[in-house]
């Protein structure tokens, strides 16, 4: 079971609230105690002034590996956000949508309570603040200078707030701690807890629901307390110990800001950042197969279109072509040219959407070899098949049959040198885990790429080692934790 404190400067004229509440003296004095179990802490104290009690009440609270919201990095964001706004009278940066909403909007104030508000017309705008600088209360200031929305914020204590607004943060606080902040009901105590992150909208996930249950279950067998969580909850990843992202990542996207910050918070990620950025970039993957050697089809980038370019390529390559846009995925941004006139108006619109495009040879097999790699170990291996009467393994314009057949096989079965190139190819991007592209053919090797987010879904990726592909993953993340240290 989960305990949940709520920490404020001074007891006094506090509204009634259902969690358990004690001032700052209490908490420096009373915590940590024997015994306790894991607590989560909700800090209502100043915490404006650096080395406050309220920002002391933070960072004792982390020491104690109490939950705590907020962090201390994101007591520094904002005091780092509200010198940069009293010295050239800007704000933070608001996505492209929110900043046209405000532009039609007057000047205004509001506090953000738990990512809500009150006005129903910034609850959009409350739910993005709240997403970049998860704390209890904060204020906004919507102003216009020059004509323009400047979005200010400020990180208040409860005893800052006008009394009129506590209702308002005792209804929020209850419906956060009842949703997000729920208790455990197990009766085994984990040692860690675990994020594991999925997106319900997404088409093409890289894990089944089946697939999810079993890593829940493999992570309760190692220890592991593990939420299933959705992007809308991403805020509180600090609360955890461990991320697994079980969505399509990408560059610009929540994918890679929530494992970017979750390192930064000290969780153990996988997909980590750093192989997000490179996976998710075939400029970068190209490039360093070059550098390391790694065996792939012959390639040239592109950055502008006209005669000598679609000259020099015909030079180059035989048609057809393959075209790919730098960030690609589930064979999407990936286009075959079977002549000059296809090969310009590809480039043309791919060009448009980005400032360089990969062109390579095509390497016709009837399947590819797809290798998932742990910690520099194949652990499973697949052979994917083209979708019927097309070129690639899924065939998204295809109104049935979207993807080809598989086989899934022990790795010692497979050829040596496909085993040895996708040990090599990944260890290019890390030590995570991976899914490498490849082909093979007249005994020769050809690495498409590798993924940093590699599809694991029941009665496919897992069909020869069964529940064992789950525990392999889920015991991975135990040994890093010791190694991390609780």
């Known amino acids: 079971m989960f305990k949940t404190l709520v920490v404020v400067d001074n007891l006094a004229s506090l509204p009634a609230m259902d969690t358990e509440t004690l001032d700052f003296d209490q908490y420096l004095a009373e915590y940590p105690k024997a015994g306790e179990p894991k607590t989560r802490l909700i800090n209502l104290c100043a915490t404006q002034r650096y080395l406050s009690e309220g920002y002391y009440c933070s960072l004792l609270a982390e020491a104690r590996q109490h939950k705590v919201l907020p962090s201390v990095n994101t007591i520094n964001d904002l005091r780092t956000l509200s010198e940069q706004q009293a010295e050239s009278n800007t704000g933070m940066a608001v996505p492209q949508p929110l900043f046209n909403e405000l532009k039609g909007s007057g000047d205004v104030n509001f506090l953000v309570v738990f990512g809500g508000c009150q006005q129903a017309r910034y609850k959009r705008l409350a739910k993005y603040v709240f997403e970049q600088y998860p704390a209890p209360v904060l204020s906004v200031a919507v102003k216009h200078v020059q004509g323009l929305p400047v979005v200010q914020l400020g990180l208040l204590g409860i005893h800052e707030m006008a009394a009129e607004d506590w209702p308002f943060l005792v209804e ?262 991976y899914g490498v592209d490849i082909k093979y053919r007249n005994n020769q090797v050809y690495v498409i790429e590798v993924n940093d987010n590699p599809s694991i879904e029941s009665k496919i990726e897992d069909q020869y080692l069964g529940k064992e592909l789950y525990m392999i993953l889920m015991q991975t993340f135990a040994d890093r934790l010791e190694a991390r240290g609780r």
């Open 172 to 433: 929020r606080l209850q419906h956060f701690t009842a949703t997000t902040w729920r208790p455990r009901t197990s009766k085994k105590r984990a040692r860690w807890d675990m994020a594991i992150l999925v997106n319900p909208d997404e088409a093409t996930p890289p894990s089944d629901q089946k697939a999810i249950k079993n890593f829940v279950k493999a992570a309760e067998q190692v220890g592991i307390q593990a939420d299933v969580i959705t992007p809308d909850q991403g805020r509180l990843i600090s609360q955890y110990d461990a991320l697994f992202i079980r969505e399509t990542t990408a560059i610009n996207h929540h994918t890679y800001r929530l494992a970017r910050k979750a390192e930064q918070d000290g969780l153990v990620v996988i997909d980590d950042a750093t192989s997000i950025l490179r996976c998710c970039n075939k400029v970068f993957l190209q490039d360093a197969f070059t550098y390391h050697k790694i065996p792939a089809p012959r390639s040239r980038f592109v950055s502008h279109l006209d005669d000598d370019v679609c000259d020099a390529l015909e030079q180059q390559f035989e048609y057809p072509m393959v075209l790919k846009l730098p960030e690609s995925s589930f064979s999407m941004g990936v286009y075959k040219a079977e002549n000059r006139q296809e090969l310009t108006q590809r480039l043309a619109a791919m060009l448009a959407q980005s400032a360089l495009v990969l062109v390579q040879e095509y390497v016709y097999t009837e399947y590819d070899w797809r290798i998932g790699v742990l910690n520099g170990r194949a652990i499973y291996a697949c052979r994917y098949f083209m979708a019927r009467n097309h070129w690639q393994i899924y065939n998204h314009g295809a109104k049935s049959h979207t993807s080809g057949d598989f086989e899934t096989m022990p790795t010692f079965e497979v050829p040596k040198p496909v085993l040895d190139a996708a040990v090599k190819a990944s260890a290019i991007v890390g030590k995570s885990l």
